[in-house]
């Protein structure tokens, strides 16, 4: 006589988990056709029990873990083995990096490009916040304009899986734009030892502004004044 056996199904809410803090929550829908049946559980890393539901499960190290639910009849002893893979991975480590820290409004593109790395070779998702109440998800590298000049903490956020993840922040500053001016020279000087006293007026300017003057004789001079 040949007896049928029941069919073992586990459910997981999670395949991924970071290490920190990793807990598998795991439940038990096998189809039992009313029968009594004796389960157990092998988790893929030389434990198990043998619960009908299990409590959530621990893993203490990184890797890959076949877990197995194995369900027998009490009567017949007939058996079936259910499988599912589960990972435990290292949080990856947020690596940002941007073209330029400083801007001028009229060329305000910040290019930001992601280099976090992922040691357990789980794909990473980077989403970026602007400071400006805008965001960019699932964006290795991305451009972004601000429309008013100010010092702006950009954060890039890595993600490996549930509750595995890495922030960084750079700071990314946009000036207004500088507006040249000349003050007040003397248009008309005798010869021909005329020198004249040349002042920049510009508006908007910083510290590190560079300076660059034209003389229209072909000589030309960096200085501010």
């Not at 004796?38 to 877990?67: C, I, L, M, S």
């Not at 017949?76 to 990972?87: A, E, I, M, P």
């Not at 500088?178 to 021909?192: E, F, M, R, T």
Request: hydrophobic share 30%.
């Amino acid at each position: 006589k040949v007896y049928s056996a029941p069919s073992p199904v586990m459910k997981i809410t999670d395949s991924s988990i970071c290490k920190v803090g990793n807990y598998f929550d795991f439940s038990n829908a096998s189809i039992t056709h009313g029968q009594a049946v004796r389960y157990e559980w092998q988790w893929g890393d030389g434990t198990g029990e043998t619960f009908a539901d299990p409590n959530n499960k621990h893993y203490d190290d990184t890797g890959k873990y076949t877990v197995q639910l194995v369900a027998a009849y009490l009567s017949t002893g007939c058996s079936d083995t259910s499988k599912y893979t589960v990972r435990v991975v290292n949080s990856p480590k947020a690596i940002a990096v941007r073209d330029s820290a400083n801007f001028c409004m009229k060329q305000n593109y910040v290019h930001v490009t992601s280099k976090s790395v992922s040691t357990s070779g789980v794909p990473i998702t980077n989403n970026w916040k602007w400071d400006d109440g805008k965001f960019s998800y699932n964006k290795t590298s991305d451009f972004h304009k601000y429309d008013k000049p100010g010092t702006y903490r950009i954060w890039l956020y890595s993600s490996a899986g549930k509750g595995c993840s890495d922030s960084v922040r750079i700071n990314t500053n946009v000036y207004n734009s500088s507006l040249a001016y000349i003050g007040n020279i003397d248009s008309n000087i005798c010869g021909p030892n005329n020198f004249v006293n040349l002042k920049s007026n510009s508006l908007n300017t910083i510290a590190s502004t560079k300076y660059l003057w034209r003389f229209g004789d072909g000589n030309t001079s960096t200085a501010k004044d």
